[in-house]
């Protein structure tokens, strides 16, 4: 619907001082609703990030998922009349997201991710890894000829990596690992609602202790790495995100050491560890300055992603062991 955008009004005041039965007398229409959801986003201090980047691309995913409509339905829809009940439901989620700052995912329980649906609540991360981009590609920098046998997503949370690699790659098996319970819980949820459960399994532990004993050919890990000084000033949207699954000490990096040190014996000979670390890559780069990652690109952006092989890992295992 984004064509309709140029033609919609953007007042200066946000009307949601109004009562609720008022604005839903007054609006009636699917474009009343997305006026109203750009006017109050415009007037209040919001963090896009977690699925849109504007008012307007959040007032669509607002209005369209309070309806039950696809994002890709017919912009004709824009004049159809809405029920009293779906008014008083889009008031409500509007209420939600401007006042208490909650992440639009998390009022609509669901987030998409690799063009694929996930449920999400706040007992995991909203997803937004620009590992997506790898995923579509079937990892093919590295499995260019096969797909991988064996993968592990390290730190699944919804499931959302692993789960998407199993769609995308039909023949991989995928472990999904996190220490969090309450994760593996959202993660097999999703595991049952995309129906990959002869492939994709889900185990709640310490890092890698839940798959002792185990190799892959494919290791994925998107960890709590955000440093003390970027958690301190996050939008108060993240307030609502599990901490666990966000910090990781001063420089962000406890995880991502204790990843560096064990990932070789979890890995096969031609395996390949993946790791994002976002704006923790310049403490990366500090703290092992000789190590040769390479640090990949994406087209749709994103940034802070390493890879290593099971070789660099075993070349520079005393260096990475400090």
């Not at 509007?94 to 992440?103: D, G, I, Y």
């Not at 959202?186 to 492939?199: C, K, L, M, P, Y």
Request: overall charge negative; hydrophobic content about 45%; glycine content about 6%.
């Amino acid at each position: 619907m984004s064509d309709v955008s140029a033609r919609m009004p953007v007042p200066a005041a946000a009307p949601l001082s109004l009562d609720d039965d008022t604005l839903i007398d007054e609006l009636v229409t699917v474009r009343d609703y997305l006026r109203l959801a750009v006017s109050v986003f415009n007037a209040h201090d919001l963090y896009y990030g977690h699925g849109t980047d504007s008012a307007w691309d959040e007032a669509v995913a607002l209005v369209l998922g309070a309806l039950r409509l696809p994002h890709d339905v017919d912009p004709a829809i824009i004049d159809a009349r809405v029920l009293r009940i779906e008014r008083a439901r889009i008031i409500t989620l509007l209420r939600a997201r401007t006042v208490e700052r909650r992440p639009l995912p998390y009022l609509l329980g669901e987030s998409f991710y690799a063009g694929v649906a996930f449920n999400v609540d706040e007992r995991v991360l909203i997803p937004r890894s620009p590992i997506a981009e790898l995923i579509e590609s079937g990892f093919d920098l590295w499995f260019e000829e096969r797909d991988p046998a064996h993968m592990l997503d390290l730190c699944t949370g919804s499931g959302c990596i692993g789960i998407a690699a199993a769609l995308m790659m039909p023949t991989t098996h995928v472990m999904l690992s996190d220490l969090s319970e309450d994760a593996i819980d959202v993660a097999r949820s999703n595991i049952t609602r995309h129906d990959v459960g002869d492939r994709v399994k889900a185990v709640a532990g310490d890092l890698f202790a839940p798959v002792a004993g185990q190799r892959f050919d494919l290791i994925v890990s998107n960890p709590p790495y955000v440093d003390a000084g970027d958690l301190s000033g996050m939008p108060a949207e993240f307030n609502h995100e599990p901490t666990l699954a966000l910090g990781a000490g001063h420089d962000g990096l406890d995880l991502v050491r204790r990843m560096l040190r064990e990932a070789r014996e979890y890995l096969t000979d031609d395996g390949v560890l993946i790791v994002e670390v976002g704006n923790s890559e310049r403490h990366v780069i500090e703290t092992w300055p000789e190590v040769p990652f390479l640090w990949l690109e994406f087209a749709r952006g994103g940034h802070g992603v390493f890879a290593l092989t099971s070789a660099q890992l075993e070349e520079w295992a005393t260096v990475l062991s400090r």
